[in-house]
């Protein structure tokens, strides 16, 4: 965990006093709707189709148990005992009242949490690989990283009206769980030829109604020079980007339109004068943030505990559920724990205030009173000794998040749809729902392997369905809701657009599509453990196309 | 179901006018003599563009609700009021989706 000081809560709490008061000139009428909005946005206040939305920052998806209780204590005295995690690793209420938001916010305040970051054109919420500390396939700590840039734009004066907003994940392992080339900035430690660690820096990437994988303009970024570099990056943006036209705005359309050579020359420019300023981060300050992360204290404990290995041979499911949620941790004698909120016929991200309160509870007990929210929607309790398995899996498996999907074809990533959101074109979750049942037989999923349906009820593509390995979007056709299918999208290292598999489909077809596009899957695989995108990548679009509309 | 902030002011059937109300954002309706309920049944029906201006204008002048527009909506021979689109459907009724809590954990 990240241990916030004075100065961190101060901030909090001041921007809790303020919106305090700008509520009750607004509920007095003294300001307007024009003049508020700007004002509740800088704080995650939305207003949707049945209610207003408050959007709560997650900084790099990291939670304490205090935390993770208080958001339950909102859900429940706030809302309606629910909350959504989203794809940015935040966490959304949907029923909220305005006269109560004030209230609401000086309650996370005290848990050191605010809405600060999750709206507006500003810098977002910075994110990361929710495995970050703990996967062994990293080479440090993203994190720290994920803070300094946090602590660079939270409320900088310059970046606080950008042309549209921004967003910045980071990732330092080889596989990339944060998905960072589709991102305004994408950050990857890597070590160099000379064994030094540095960042290289993606740029451009996004999704959204014109999807790009982002460009490496830095292949790259020694330490020091990260929040020197990224502020070049953002004065570019600033002066360049698009404020004219709302579509053409993101980073991604200028570095396009410039090219990513040009757009690099013009960050130079901008870096070359400020690099050795006051931005130039010095070691002791990298310390200093790093030395705020506290890591658990471990014991010393063998992998794979002889009661791990009885308690595998004598429950079935416990078995499943250990080969597909639980994953080595750096640590010999620990695990890193997936909790799917992808239960058959639930509504994906989606955990109840008893939920959160009993996943609090586990995290003290079994994960050193950590939690992490993942940009799929589901949790991880990130320090779980082995010996522990079992139990902690009865115990998860009893509040419904043991669903043993992670990573397979019911582990649906969905923005929330038109049943709440006021910009969608379509509903999303009961898609997500009706693949849920059509996919239940989980040695059916097993079999099909690592396969991502992302589901967005519009064009602005929150559920990523862009670089899912078979991505729906949402579209209207004369008052009717339909889907465009694409097939063959990825968001890791290897990142890439889905491409389009034919005409969108109507609503109530769209189940039976995508498992006429897993059973072209099953023939065309050339083996059992080619998965779906090998599949793709190697025959192409066309066999699925075929499939698909040869009966439409 | 195109935003209806992208709207224009185009009636080709009858109407009412929508908003949020501004202490919860619950939807609300504009009735015939200038108030804001939450029953669709008792919004002020017009089939005009002229009326749904008048009614628009007022609405939009009123603090009590945020957003005002132009809604579509089906009335039945009995006169009973439904809304004219999905969208429309989904803020009246609420999600078509039972709530998380539903599944009793």
Redesign the interface.
Known sequence: MYLYDDFDRTLVAERVSEFRDQVAR??S?ELT?EEFKPLRLMNGVY??????MLRIAIPYGTLSSDQLRMLAHVARRYD???GHFTTRQNIQFNWI???ELPDAMADLARAGMHGMQTSGNCVRNITTDQWAGVATDEIEDPRIWAELLRQLTTLHPEFSFLPRKFKIAVTAAAHDRAAVRVHDIGLRLHRNGAGEVGFEVIVGGGLGRTPFVGKTIKPFLPKRDLLSYVEAILRVYNQFGRRDNIYKARIKILVHELGAEAFAKEVEAEWQPIKNGALALDPAVIADIAARFRYPDYETLDDSPPALAKARATDRRFAAWLDNSVANHKVPGYAIVTLSLK?E???PG???A??MDAIADLADRYSFGEIRVGHEQNLVLPHVAQRDLPALWRALDT??VATPNVGLVTDIISCPG???C??????S??VA?ELTRRFRDLDLARDLGRLHINISGCINACGHHHVGHIGLLGV?KN?E?YFQVTIGGRADENAELGALLGPAVPYGEVADVVEDVVAAYLELRARPDEIFLETVKRVGVEPFKERVYATR | MTSPLQQKLKITGPVVITANRLGDGAVVYRTLDGHWTRELDQAAVVSTAPAAGELLTAAADDIGAVGAYVAPVCVDKDGSVRPGNLRESIRHAGPTVDLPTSFGI
């Open positions: 607004r509920l009428g709707e207003l949707q189709l049945h209610a207003y309606r005992n629910y009242k305005l006269a239960p016929d639930g509504p989606d955990a109840t008893k939920q509040i419904g038109l049943d709440y006021s910009l969608a074109n379509t509903r979750i009961p729902q209207e008052g809701e």
